[in-house]
């Protein structure tokens, strides 16, 4: 079953990277198409945004392609699983973001880029729900450890023949 569940996510793992790079392909090929056939945009501030999301999808390639053996073709690694939550997901946000930013600058020009501000503010409001939780649990530490002495008095846990003994 191990084994099933290893050629399952390989392959699952292979269609979302052939979809990526298919996708990247052709957002990138209209900008570039479109930049060089009808109007012209900023190439520097397209390299300066398209390179964080090339940066993630080499990334995802590396990590999540599946790798066979040359000799057998037998799958050696199934790859890190591309559905997981997390690091990877914003890895797929960067990208997907990336390429809704190229197309609005298609649209409507260089200010389209602006669009690509939503990564780092979202990147800063997860970082501050982390900082929040770090806060409310040294908090909580702080409120349990006062409490713990004025819970001295409280009756012990433990089983009925240890309460009646208190």
């Known amino acids: 079953m191990a084994q099933k569940a290893k050629k ?3 392959k699952a793992n292979a269609a979302a990277l052939n979809n990526l790079h298919m996708g990247s392909l052709v957002v990138n090929a209209l900008f570039l198409l479109s930049h060089f056939l009808f109007r012209s945009r900023s190439l520097v501030a397209y390299g300066l945004f398209a390179t964080p999301s090339i940066i993630c999808e080499y990334v995802l390639e590396i990590s999540g392609r599946p ?5 057998t073709g037998a799958l050696k690694t199934a790859g890190e699983d591309l559905a997981a939550a997390g690091l990877t997901e914003y890895m797929f946000d960067v990208i997907w973001v990336t ?5 609005f600058v298609m649209l409507v020009g260089n200010w389209g880029w602006l669009l690509w501000a939503v990564l780092p503010a979202y990147g800063a409001y997860q970082g501050s729900g982390l900082l929040g939780m770090g806060r409310q649990k040294k ?3 702080m409120q349990g450890g006062d409490a713990s002495g004025a819970a001295g008095s409280a009756a012990p846990q433990g089983n009925r023949r240890a309460r009646r003994a208190a």
Do not use: E, H, S, T
């Open 8 to 10: 399952d996510r390989a």
């Open 139 to 141: 908090l909580a530490q």
């Open 67 to 71: 790798k066979f053996d040359a000799a």
């Open 99 to 103: 390429w809704a930013a190229a197309i």
